[in-house]
Structure formats: structure tokens, C-alpha cells
């Protein structure tokens, strides 16, 4: 009999389950369960840029604001064919969690275009960037919603964003504007130590999980899918911790070397190869299919969503994944990995070094003072570290798994304000 494979679950399905087992778990009081199943706003804008042939295209921007009871909208901005509205929900509710879990004044938001950036010159990118940046308005502002770099953008497109934000202010307090968004180029607002700030929060994630295991993350061999922002940061910091990176997937392939591929050769590499990590010399060409069965201690996966589900979770050899992504792992794939008994640090603490680096950076601009990186780490790796102890305790408290722990720590935060506070009129 022909056996018909079911489509696995999306991101926005995926958020939705997880918060459902969660809130149960945890009995939440059902008039906030409402709310927060709930997104606050979502906003769709078109509009247009002139191409450098001289041609007018249409962009669809999307901003999904899902909650604000602790503080302003925070998430970022990416540039990718798979953003459409249920991405950015996802997305967004996330951040809510995430923001709550690391105890942060702000609520979640994320959004994004959906475009292929390599197809634009850079300077339609940064037309592009700055026509949707005055398409948003004053539905973004440091003190409403602040948007950072996600897939695909970076500082410089921040830049560009706090930029065409000031510009659409009065002259004389334009600067009270900078921290409109955050990620920006150290010369222009940004935070020292913002660039590499989700990487680290990812390596102290696993340092603290091998500290909770009575373990040493010295030998240990992993593998990295995505080698961008998150994925080239945490391989650097690994390496300092003595693990053995062994194999790279990105958009452009997957490459391999058991005896370790040096992160800091491979990002020299990629600078010169439009970021992309395939043709390594010091390394070999895998089927892209392999990648996630290959024999490893720790997998961190650091591209897109969804990418482990009930279609490759059980090949998975792993005994930790920390999700530097934002669900990378759907609930069918995490059922399957939690029976095979493998650990997951999952995204909402994991990769939440870089919220954390963005609160710092907004909290300097506010206070018109400049931190240096030397300050900047060791505050970041405290709040990391508390998040990963504030689960262990709930995972403890409530007899489950580290995602519905975290997931309580961070709506318990939640209700509590909405308790306090009640629900207007
Ligand atoms: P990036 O644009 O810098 O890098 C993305 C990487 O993913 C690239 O190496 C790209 O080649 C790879 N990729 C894209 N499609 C792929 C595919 N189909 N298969 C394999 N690899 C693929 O993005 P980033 O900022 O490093 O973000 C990566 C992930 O981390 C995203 O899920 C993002 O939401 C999350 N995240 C980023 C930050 C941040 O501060 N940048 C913070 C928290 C979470």
C-alpha cells in the first residue's frame, strides 16, 4: 500500500502546540490563555522601489506585533522567501517568550519582507530598507516596537533603518530616536559585543547544560547547520571551550572533516566566497540528506525553522541540540527526540544572548552612554546562566521537558502582570 507522508507542522502550528501544552501544564488562568493566543497587531504594507534598471516592484512587508504587557514590541527583521504572515506570528510570539523568559521589559514582535535579498543590488537592498522602514511609521519607535537584524539583515541595514527613522522626526530631537532598532554598526549607536552576542548566549546555554550534566564540553564533537550570524559566532566560542566542529550546512551545501574544521579558517573562507561555506578546501562535500544523522555529541542548528521534524528526528545521533534557530524543531520531531532521550535547549533561552545584547544596546542609547565589550559579556552570560537555572528548577517543579519549562517560567512572568494590572476598562 502506498504510504501517503503527512506535511509536517509549520512554525505558527508549531508556536500554537507548544504554548496549548504549556499553559495547560501549568494550569494558566484561561482569560489570559485567551490574550495571549491572541496576536496584538499585524501589519501588511506594499510599497513600492524604484530598481536599478529603472523599473517600480512592489514589496509586502510584514510586522507582527503579539504581546506587549511587559514592555515595548522587540524582534527583528528578516529578509527571506519563506516570511509571510504566519512566519512573522511565529516568530513574534516567540520573542514573546523569549523576552519574558530573560526577563527583559519588552513584549514580542518580529517581521520581515518576503524577498530573495541576493537577487537586489545592495543598493535596491538599501532602498528597499529604508522604503519599508517609512512604510512601518510610528508603528515602530524606541518605545513601541524596535526591530534587529535577523536572517539576512544586519547592521548595516539597522544603520539604514535608525537613519530613515531620525529623518522622519523634528531636527531637534532626532537623536532621541537612535534606539528605534537595535544591532547597529558600533560607529552609529551599536552595542560592543552585539555582533557576536547570540553566538556566545549560545555556547554559555551548552556550557551551563555540560555543567548540569557533570560533563566537559573539551573533545565533544558537533555540527553547526547555518554558518551566519549565530552559527559562526557560537562555533568560535565552542572552539574556545575545546569542541571539535565537524561538519557545516548552509544554503550552499554541506561539508565535512572528522578530524575538525577550524571555524575561524571556514569564516575566511566564506568572507570570500559570498558567505558561503561550500568548496572548503580542508574539508569534504556531503549530501545535503545526511547532515543531521551524522555521528556527533551536540547538533546546533542555526538557519531556518523547521528544519528537524518526525521526517529526520529519529536518524538524529546527537545528544544535544541547542536551537541557535528560531524552531528549528517541530513538536512531532521533539516527541520523537525526547523518547530517544536527547537533551534540547530550546530557542526561546538558547539563542536569547542576542535579545539580551539589544536590551543592553537600547538601555546605552537611552542613557547616552557607551558600554565596552568587556562589561557587555559577563552581564550577558548572568542572565543566561539565570534563565538556565530558572528551567532546570520548573522542569524539576513540574516533571517535564526543558521546552514546557521554559515556556512556564516565561508566561508565569506574563500572567503575573496581568494579574497585577487587569484587563482594560
Ligand atoms: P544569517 O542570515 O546571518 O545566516 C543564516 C544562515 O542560514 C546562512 O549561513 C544561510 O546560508 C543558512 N541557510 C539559509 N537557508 C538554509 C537552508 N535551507 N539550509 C541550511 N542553511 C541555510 O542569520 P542569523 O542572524 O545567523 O540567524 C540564524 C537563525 O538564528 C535564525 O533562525 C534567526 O531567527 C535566529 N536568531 C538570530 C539572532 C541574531 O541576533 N542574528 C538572534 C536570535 C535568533
Request: glycine share 10%; proline share 4%.
Amino acid at each position: 500500500m502506498e504510504t501517503v507522508s503527512k506535511k509536517p507542522k509549520d512554525m505558527y502550528e508549531s508556536v500554537k502546540e507548544q504554548f496549548e501544552n504549556a499553559a495547560n501544564l501549568m494550569g494558566l488562568n484561561s482569560n489570559i490563555k485567551k490574550i495571549l493566543s491572541a496576536t496584538n497587531n499585524e501589519i501588511i504594507v506594499n510599497f513600492p522601489v524604484r530598481l536599478d534598471n529603472g523599473e517600480v516592484e512592489v514589496f509586502t512587508g510584514y510586522r507582527v506585533q503579539h504581546n506587549n504587557a511587559l514592555g515595548p514590541y522587540k524582534g527583528g527583521l528578516r529578509y527571506h522567501p519563506s516570511v509571510d504572515i504566519n512566519a512573522a506570528r511565529a516568530l513574534a510570539i516567540w520573542m514573546t517568550w523569549k523576552c519574558s523568559l530573560a526577563g527583559l521589559p519588552y513584549g514580542g514582535g518580529k517581521g520581515g519582507i518576503q524577498i530573495d535579498p541576493s537577487k537586489f543590488s545592495k543598493s535596491e537592498l538599501e532602498r528597499i530598507t529604508r522604503r519599508f522602514t517609512y512604510a512601518l511609521g510610528d508603528n515602530i519607535g524606541p518605545d513601541i516596537d524596535i526591530p534587529a537584524p535577523d536572517v539576512n539583515t544586519n547592521s548595516e541595514m539597522m544603520a539604514w533603518i535608525a537613519d530613515t527613522y531620525m529623518a522622519t522626526k523634528s531636527p531637534s530631537n532626532r537623536n532621541a530616536f537612535s534606539h528605534v532598532v537595535t544591532g547597529k554598526p558600533v560607529g552609529s549607536g551599536g552595542l560592543e559585543g552585539r555582533d557576536r552576542a547570540t553566538g556566545y548566549g549560545v555556547v554559555v546555554s551548552i556550557q551551563a547544560w555540560a555543567d548540569w550534566k557533570k560533563t566537559s564540553l573539551d573533545g565533544k564533537k558537533y555540527i553547526v547547520q547555518g554558518y551566519g550570524n549565530v552559527g559562526q559566532w557560537a562555533s568560535i566560542f565552542m572552539k574556545e571551550k575545546g569542541a571539535i566542529l565537524i561538519s557545516v550546512q548552509d544554503a550552499s551545501g554541506t561539508i565535512y572533516n572528522e578530524n575538525g574544521i577550524d571555524p575561524e579558517e571556514l569564516l575566511e573562507f566564506a568572507s570570500k566566497n559570498n558567505g558561503n561555506v561550500n568548496g572548503f578546501p580542508k574539508a569534504l562535500e556531503l549530501k545535503s540528506s545526511t547532515f543531521f544523522s551524522l555521528e556527533c555529541d551536540i547538533c546546533i542548528p542555526a538557519a531556518l525553522g523547521n528544519q528537524i521534524t518526525e521526517n529526520n528526528a529519529e536518524n538524529i545521533k546527537a545528544k544535544l541540540i541547542a536551537e541557535g534557530a528560531n524552531g528549528p524543531i517541530n513538536p512531532d520531531g521533539e516527541s520523537i527526540l525526547l523518547r530517544n532521550g536527547v537533551d534540547i535547549i530550546p530557542d526561546i533561552l538558547c539563542n536569547s544572548g542576542g535579545v539580551i545584547g539589544s536590551y543592553f544596546e537600547w538601555l546605552q542609547n537611552k542613557s547616552g552612554e557607551l558600554w565596552i565589550i568587556d562589561d557587555v559579556m559577563p552581564k550577558l552570560e548572568k542572565k543566561v546562566i539565570h534563565s538556565f537555572n530558572s528551567v532546570v528548577e520548573a522542569a524539576s517543579e513540574y516533571h517535564t521537558d526543558f521546552r514546557n519549562a521554559a515556556y512556564i517560567v516565561a508566561i508565569k512572568r506574563i500572567e503575573k502582570t496581568y494579574i497585577q494590572r487587569g484587563v482594560f476598562p
